[in-house]
């Protein structure tokens, strides 16, 4: 889709962007069911060549925000493309109710084009159906003279990262198995200012990968681990971001039991998160140094699968008994942790669909966070604005004792069903060298939705892409100014 300033062509579709209050378009019969946040309306040109208006509705003006922008954008997009109009135009008469102006602002319009492109996004590989044809332009201002290019470019390449990482999500698991995985991120990353190197096979045992080897011994495709590095800047704080990768979670000999357990591919979200704002990041050549590390496995019972009441031993010298084959996210994560502490990395973010229990703390709408008090509260940040909510939860060390073991160091599951999330950051952290800062995201809950709304549909999310992109953008940019001062 091109954003086009003045033009002569007259757009098929007209978008009336109204708020609950708002006085204008006089001459439309809008109700205030209309102008509710997410409801639209059309109405049809009484002849052929005559104008489509679609009133699309903010909600209060008091609470207006760029995420409330990009849902517009999402839900105009997805009904202008559903009727296969070519091309529209925001009404001019708009811009001063949303802005204030007659001129967009740059982030108003990155903002635009990434709702618009998310919320048009489907994933039909799999289905004997072709996609609409796409919208060609739309014209968000009449002045000739606006130059909305670089915005709209950014607003594009973290939409197409979000759409990266949904796509993997959403993919079969029979298509995306641990090593094709391996084979796709290398894909995704040819010709990239990064280097890949991929650990697998007698290399993980050398390195003592041991909770990949127990988790992905039964399947028939082997565990992997693969560390994306990114140094643009040598002397940038080197920040590892970690993103659990379980293909397909089947529970291991714990099996799950459900109707539909499709959504088990689901289980790499984090992985996909990491992939996505790694391409944002590299992509706008960010200066840093970043080492993407993925922990890759499928959690599936056969007769050489880990069982309960294994031991599974860590080159940090601790030991964890395995209570429930179902709790594996935790038992990779060590794994990478660890090595991205060996590595050098002095900041460390994990990010992973990890257990259910945080939905039933926060809903299905914001994610978790624990760890480091000064990162937690920017990643909160970012997300009110960005639309990747999250909200932090507490580290509380009395409750260490619940993952104590007779048999091991620890147990990897909790002796209580209380406060599961809170329990699983609280395993992670004991892998985490204190010197370090951390931060442990949960994103179990936010990883796919049931509906279409806005600019998120059915299936995956790409929770986490643009949130993570934006804190090592903001990282960067407190760094150049504390340089400079």
């Given at each position: 889709m091109?954003?086009?300033?003045?033009t002569e062509q007259k757009a098929e579709v007209l978008i009336e962007l109204v708020f609950s209050d708002g006085g204008y378009a006089p001459e439309l019969p809008v109700s205030a069911k209309m102008k509710e946040r997410g409801a639209q309306a059309w109405f049809y040109g009484r002849s052929p060549g005559e104008q489509d208006i679609l009133i699309i509705g903010l909600g209060a003006r008091n609470r207006f925000s760029m995420e409330i922008l990009r849902e517009a954008a999402g839900n105009a997009g997805r009904a202008i493309q559903d009727i296969g109009k070519k091309t529209a135009a925001v009404n001019p008469s708009c811009l001063h109710e949303l802005?204030?102006?007659?001129?967009?602002?740059?982030?108003a319009v990155t903002a635009w084009v990434e709702g618009w492109q998310l919320g048009t996004y489907l994933f039909i590989k799999y289905k004997s159906v072709e996609k609409q044809p796409p919208v060609e332009w739309i014209q968000l201002s009449p002045d000739q003279q606006q130059d909305?290019?670089?915005?709209?470019?950014?607003?594009?390449i973290r939409a197409e990262a979000t759409s990266?990482?949904?796509?993997?999500c959403n993919e079969a698991a029979s298509d995306l198995n641990p090593a094709a995985f391996v084979s796709r991120?290398?894909?995704?990353f040819a010709g990239r200012d990064v280097k890949i190197h991929v650990y697998e096979g007698e290399e993980l045992k050398q390195r003592q990968m041991n909770g990949l080897q127990a988790v992905g011994a039964g399947s028939k495709y082997p565990p992997a681990m693969v560390e994306i590095s990114y140094t643009s800047d040598p002397d940038a704080e080197h920040l590892a971001l970690i993103g659990k990768g379980v293909t397909f979670d089947m529970g291991g000999m714990n099996l799950k039991d459900a109707r539909d357990l499709s959504d088990a591919r689901f289980?790499?979200?984090?992985?996909?998160?990491?992939?996505?704002?790694?391409?944002?990041?590299?992509?706008?050549?960010?200066?840093?140094?970043?080492?993407?590390?993925?922990?890759?496995?499928d959690n599936v019972p056969?007769?050489?699968?880990?069982?309960?009441s294994d031991v599974v031993r860590y080159p940090n010298g601790l030991t964890v008994q395995v209570v429930n084959t179902d709790a594996e996210g935790r038992l990779i994560l060590a794994d990478a942790i660890l090595h991205a502490i060996r590595s050098g990395a002095t900041q460390v973010i994990d990010v992973a669909t990890l257990t259910g229990a945080v939905g039933h703390a926060l809903g299905l709408k914001v994610a978790g966070v624990w760890g480091d008090?000064?990162?937690?509260?920017?990643?909160m940040q970012i997300g009110e604005r960005n639309g990747d909510r999250i909200w932090r939860l507490p580290l509380v060390d009395e409750d260490e004792e619940l993952l104590n073991s007779p048999y091991a160091d620890l147990a990897n599951l909790a002796s209580n069903p209380y406060g599961g999330a809170n329990m699983a950051a609280l395993f992670l952290r004991r892998f985490v060298d204190s010197k370090a800062r951390w931060c442990h995201i949960d994103m179990a809950n936010t990883a796919q939705v049931p509906s279409t709304r806005g600019y998120k549909v059915l299936g995956a999310t790409g929770y986490g892409v643009r949130l993570l992109a934006d804190f090592v953008c903001e990282q960067i940019s407190a760094s150049e100014r504390g340089g400079n001062s």
């Open positions: 091109e954003i086009k300033t003045g802005f204030g102006s007659t001129l967009w602002p740059q982030e909305y290019a670089t915005a709209a470019e950014l607003g594009q990266l990482a949904r796509d993997l991120i290398q894909h995704i289980d790499m979200g984090g992985a996909a998160a990491i992939i996505g704002a790694m391409d944002v990041l590299t992509r706008l050549k960010v200066r840093a140094r970043i080492s993407a590390i993925i922990p890759i496995v056969d007769g050489g699968a880990f069982l309960p008090a000064e990162y937690a509260e920017q990643l």
